[in-house]
């Protein structure tokens, strides 16, 4: 029997592999497709303390797409804006998660590519490769994936389809020309919001001869997918040109799950919704379950005391921005650039709110 059997090895379930390899657990990785294709294959934003917590290092060299200088969140197209400073790292998730398999392996655990799980019962994985006997199996399979201990369905208007493209800049003149008009310089980033209706972004960020496209919206209120803004704001700036890579994907919002465990199963990231609702951002809360779990299992503790855990020190934030990603559902443009006046939506609450934490009290700055 081996102590962890991990279904997925996306970014969750490469980081929950290789933190509880490192501590000396014996762990099976799964994974639906090739290794190299597991996960999102996108640049995304992750706040640097999470890489701190999760005690993994933070990214470097061709890892660190870049690093947010400043991020203005405009209302609509403009020109209304406010603008934060937060520690917000630009990663390039294929190699994130590439970095997390290989520490995985070196630390003695087995991944397995294209294998699928058909269900877990009494420490028994069934997959496509035959059964798994496990002290404990993970579901770090997303929200649409192996549902090992029968996840609720997420609701259409619980559902962000978010995008994200790195594309070449054909006319470095007009790119630097655009982001000048909008009050930026190279590095920063100008966040759309609400253009697609309260939930939605186009968030584009310039490095060198490149740009980062991220954009993300409800469809499900009756609004165009985030490829599809992609493909609507690249056809009317003709300095942006072909992509280099990127993809697109179906995020689960809202409250995470109201249990993580059924047994010696245990679900986490995406497929128990440990998700930052406020902008759709998985990835550092991801790296910190995980290392919290493989903390929690090698020191001899079980699910139960892994979701009090989690619970204590997560569930009141991640709730009550879940509050302000169903407020914010519902704002035009007009109601934003209002709430940007009066100093509600401010330097403070966007700084918090990027990097997944509480507002400082009282203060604007």
């Given at each position: 029997m081996i102590d962890v059997a991990v279904v997925g090895q996306g970014t969750t379930g490469a980081a929950v592999a290789a933190l509880c390899a490192r501590r000396g657990l014996s762990v099976v990785g799964l994974e639906r497709h090739d290794l190299q294709e597991a996960g999102a294959r996108w640049v995304n934003g992750v706040s640097g303390w999470q890489f701190d917590e999760a005690q993994i290092e933070r990214p470097s060299g061709d890892e660190l797409f870049g690093v947010v200088t400043a991020f203005h969140v405009v209302a609509g197209w403009g020109p209304q804006r406010v603008t934060a400073k937060p520690d917000l790292l630009e990663v390039d998730m294929r190699k994130l998660v590439a970095r997390l398999q290989q520490v995985a392996i070196a630390h003695g655990a087995t991944l397995h590519p294209n294998v699928t799980a058909h269900g877990a019962q009494n420490g028994i994985l069934e997959t496509s490769i035959g059964r798994i006997e496990a002290r404990w199996i993970v579901d770090a399979s997303g929200f649409s994936g192996a549902r090992l201990i029968g996840q609720p369905r997420i609701q259409p208007r619980d559902i962000c389809a978010a995008a994200q493209e790195v594309r070449r800049v054909v006319d470095i003149k007009a790119a630097r020309s655009f982001f000048e008009s909008h009050g930026a310089a190279p590095g920063d980033t100008v966040c759309f919001t609400s253009i697609a209706g309260g939930y939605s972004i186009v968030n584009v960020t310039l490095k060198g001869e490149t740009i980062g496209i991220l954009t993300g919206s409800i469809p499900a209120d009756g609004y165009p997918t985030g490829k599809a803004l992609i493909d609507q704001f690249v056809e009317k700036h003709a300095w942006i040109g072909d992509t280099i890579f990127g993809g697109a994907r179906k995020l689960p919002l809202g409250r995470p799950i109201k249990k993580f465990s059924a047994g010696n199963v245990i679900a986490i990231g995406d497929a128990a919704v440990q998700m930052f609702s406020a902008h759709?951002?998985?990835?550092?809360?991801?790296?910190?379950?995980?290392?919290?779990?493989?903390?929690?299992?090698?020191?001899?503790?079980?699910?139960?005391?892994?979701?009090?855990?989690?619970?204590?020190?997560?569930?009141?934030l991640f709730g009550a921005y879940d509050l302000v990603r169903r407020f914010s559902q519902n704002r035009t443009p007009e109601q934003l650039a209002a709430l940007m006046r009066i100093g509600v939506v401010s330097p403070n609450s966007i700084k918090a709110g990027l990097e997944q934490r509480w507002p400082a009290p009282f203060s604007r700055a």
């Open positions: 759709g951002s998985g990835i550092g809360a991801g790296l910190i379950a995980a290392n919290l779990l493989a903390e929690t299992l090698a020191t001899g503790g079980d699910a139960a005391r892994y979701e009090r855990l989690w619970r204590k020190r997560y569930g009141l």
